[in-house]
């Protein structure tokens, strides 16, 4: 965000809460790095904790109970629900590391053990397996193992309880992993695709492992599409299996042995996602049919049919006649599916938005459970982006926007599928950039609505991660990376005639637009590159009623954009690795570089307000001197809660931004 409104989203979940708003205002007077004013003062408001929910990646159903693992809290956590109950009767909570997800729940064959696997932000050598043992629920999950993966995406139980894991880490390829329950012990059973850049789906025989993988992140650049091997327990040699159909798909997206054959799904890029049956007995002999979605997931099946999620909802493919059709029922949008089981007639579906729907097949009916409702702890999630105006300050999460009224300390949480990653507040309305693949989406509070999508854009220019407010062209910028095809996109859209316009790669077809900001009508894009090699930080300036470039600069910084600000005649540009370049607007060169690294490093984002560029990393808030371009710290280890890099937004000259998992008003008065 660079200009002074930003972002959020999600469900009506907890209005007026108790969290209020805190007015613990505390004073402090500025640290400094480099020259700072002494008489610079900083007034920081604690507003309480960001956004409260529980938010969820995985579900799995053993016996009558669905296992619930979380997203983005700390601790992380599996729930159990009880179906017939349906309430929570038990939980289990597990030290993982930051910003912990489970996305990986598998049973073994018993349904005694529940295996565990979980993806964190970063490695702090902590282990990533985790086994719970359901017939003592009360005892806590206990660390089994750890593999060299720092993520564990999916598991996997052989007939004979041999566990099987794949995931990733970032610049190496995903490696099959397996876990001996007889000895404890954890084995690299190698890497099948030496240019994949994550394995997200496994399953298992007594003779046989199936290892998907792809490039659904860090795509483009030579990464791999869609592969399949199968892995031969006794021979431990991999085979590539994938069909032929699949191999132009960025990635395998689910597997499972269900009656002799091999049910898989991939994820969809520029053409839509596929599912095929595979015949255990003979690879080569497969159905394979189309869908019209971007995702295949979670597998179910009965007699006559096999279902599954995908964007839309839950989806059926008829055994018999081969064809595809949506699960009709009454009951609320599902946003993003991430358990899908069938028991009794009934399937149990676990909804991103906090809640499980149990859908009745034939009478196309639905019971929905809220799990906070039903026992589910709630708590503060890492957030992803924030925006203040008209008297609302929003934070986005997974599946969510908090909205906070700053006058009464109301807070409610708003339901969007998937992630808002950033937004401006444009005269009291919201608009976002929606991760994955979801565009641009509105919320008008003066409206007693839900948010809803206001712009489409081509589903492989799937992660927008800027978005700018052009008042001039009346515009706003969204800069946008394209996991699975490399490089990005700058998108438009105009709330006064709803018109949209979509310009991929106009850096280059490898650098993605990282960063976003506009003055006089003229956008400014920074680049990024998500692989190790080829072009980076490039800035070109676009006119962005046309698309058309008007100059660009090789900034020479050896790491991407990571954020932009403009102030008078200066661009200011910070880079991942804590560089700081200033590239006068009009000579169009690079006037004066710097490195920032001691007060940021990795992302960032940057603000203009009153005069001054102000930046906010991971661990500080910082300024700018706007003459001598001298960084000093606002307000030192404020450590925000941020999912996927740091945020800051302006509204009223307030300053707001998170620090650790509370929002906080900061009032900043530099002396220059």
Partial sequence: MTHSRSLSRRRLLQAGSALGLATTAGSLLASQADAAPAAATTKVTDLGPGLVQFSLMSGLLVGDTVYIGSRNLNPSSVVGFHLPSRKVVSYTNLDAGPEPSIQALAADPTGRYLYIGVLVKSDRGKPNLYRWDLTTPDRPAVAIGRTEDRDIRDLAVAPDGTVFAVGGVPDKPPVLWQYDPATGAVSNLGAPDPKATLARAVAATDTTVFFGAGSVLAGGSGASRASLFAFDRKSREFTSIVPKEMEKDPSLRELAVQDGKLIVGTSGGVDPAKLAVIDLADFSSYTLVATEGKVIKMFASDAERIYFASESGVEAYSKADRTISRVEFTGPDLGEIWGVDHIDGKL?????????????????????????????????????????????????????????????????????????????????????????????????????????????????????????????????????????????????????????????????????????????????????????????????????????????????????????????????????????????????????????????????????????????????????????????????????????????????????????????????????
């Fill in 348 to 672: 149990a579906v676990v909804s991103g938005y906090g809640f499980v729907a149990e859908i009745d097949v034939a009478a196309r009916t639905s019971v929905v459970t809220d799990l906070h409702d039903a026992g589910a702890k709630a708590g503060p999630q890492a957030g992803m982006g924030i925006a203040a105006g008209d008297g609302y300050v929003y934070l986005g999460g997974n599946g969510a926007i908090s909205r906070r009224n700053l006058k009464s300390g109301e807070v409610v949480n708003l339901q969007a599928p998937g992630e808002a990653k950033d937004a401006e507040v444009i005269e009291g309305v919201l608009y976002t950039g929606q991760y994955n693949s979801q565009g641009i989406w509105r919320y008008d509070p003066s409206r007693r609505r839900q948010p809803e999508q206001a712009a489409k854009f081509p589903s492989e220019q799937n992660r927008p991660l800027d978005v700018s407010w052009d008042p001039d062209n009346e515009l706003l910028l969204v800069g946008v990376q394209s996991d699975t095809e490399g490089g990005g996109a700058l998108w438009t859209y105009s709330p006064r005639t709803g018109a949209s316009a979509a310009y991929p790669n106009p850096i280059d077809d490898v650098q993605l637009v990282r960063a976003v900001a506009n003055r006089d009508g003229v956008a400014y894009l920074g680049g990024d590159n998500a692989s190790k090699e080829g072009p980076r930080a490039t800035v070109v300036a676009v006119d962005p009623v046309t698309g058309e470039e008007q100059w660009r600069v090789d900034t020479k910084q050896p790491a991407g954009v990571a954020a932009l600000a403009v102030q008078g005649r200066n661009l200011y540009g910070l880079t991942t690795k804590g560089g700081l370049f200033i590239v006068d607007r009009r000579t169009r060169k690079v006037v004066h570089t710097s490195d920032v690294s001691s007060v940021s490093k990795g992302f960032a984002a940057m603000v203009t307000n009153r005069g001054v560029v102000y930046g906010v990393s991971d661990t500080t808030l910082f300024r700018f001197h706007p003459e001598t371009f001298a960084v000093s710290t606002v307000v030192a280890d404020i450590n925000g809660a941020w999912y996927s890099g740091p945020h800051v937004n302006v509204h009223g000259g307030l300053l707001y931004t998170l620090r650790g998992g509370n929002l906080v008003a900061v009032d900043d008065r530099p002396s220059h």
